[in-house]
């Protein structure tokens, strides 16, 4: 089975400039997680999907937003982007909520 | 919400060492992750467990749930062993904010 794929792998954005990442996941998984890690505040959650349904959001402002399609793909999206954005996003999936994760290679964001 | 601690946050050794990693949390948890994480971000999956001992290879992985208390433990350490290791949480009722992770031990392995 192919593994967990995001696209792009790397972006480079300037502030005030909005951007969209992608994930595929593994074939049958049905759940998704993002995560952003950065030096300062090491990995945190942003958001997990299950069949198209958010089921659990991390302490994020709004400007952070994601979505999950039929197909179990997942995009999230960061509007009005600032400095501090800068991080590795990564995307995680499993078959089930609670389920063991398998990680993608991330997406490295560099706000200027 | 969950604090999760690790112990040591960097550790040197000698190929061959036996390397313990340790790991805490505070409230009850539904599940805890033993992640792997190489230099250029990729971050692999090397337990979940919920209680009990698991072996994989030269990896084994301990939980005791009264202590709140888990360990991750290298035989015959290699080289190739140096990586990031950090553990995550899951909180019991659904762990509504995901994971929780702690900061990591930074181990590196010396031929």
């Known amino acids: 089975k192919a593994g967990v794929t995001q696209t792009p792998r790397y972006l480079i954005k300037t502030r005030g400039q909005q951007v969209t990442l992608s994930c595929s996941p593994i074939?049958?998984?049905?759940?998704v997680s993002w995560y952003q890690q950065t030096p300062g505040q090491g990995l945190q959650f942003l958001f997990e999907?299950?069949?198209?349904?958010?089921?659990n959001k991390g302490n994020f402002p709004g400007r952070f937003s994601g979505r999950q399609f039929s197909n179990s793909r997942s995009e999230m999206n960061v509007s009005t982007l600032e400095l501090g954005d800068s991080a590795l996003y990564l995307c995680?999936?499993?078959?089930?909520?609670?389920?063991?994760?398998?990680f993608g290679p991330g997406t490295r964001l560099t706000v200027l | 919400k969950n604090e999760v601690e690790q112990s040591p946050q960097n550790l040197t050794a000698q190929e061959g060492e036996f390397i313990t990693i340790n790991c805490s949390y505070s409230?009850?948890?539904?599940?805890l992750h033993w992640l792997q994480q190489h230099p250029g971000g990729g971050i692999v999956s090397l337990f979940m467990l919920s209680s009990g001992k698991k072996k994989h290879g030269r990896l084994i992985a301990t939980i005791n749930i009264q202590e709140k208390h888990s360990s991750l433990h290298i035989t015959a350490s290699h080289p190739r062993d140096s990586a990031v290791y950090i553990c995550?949480?899951?909180?019991?009722?659904?762990?509504?904010?995901?994971?929780?992770f702690g900061k990591g031990t930074h181990l590196i392995i010396q031929p």
């Open positions: 995680a999936s499993s078959p089930q909520v609670g389920s063991e994760q398998f």
């Open positions: 409230v009850g948890i539904s599940a």
């Open positions: 074939s049958g998984h049905r759940s």
């Open positions: 999907y299950f069949s198209e349904t958010q089921r």
């Open positions: 995550a949480v899951r909180d019991t009722g659904g762990g509504a904010d995901g994971l929780t």
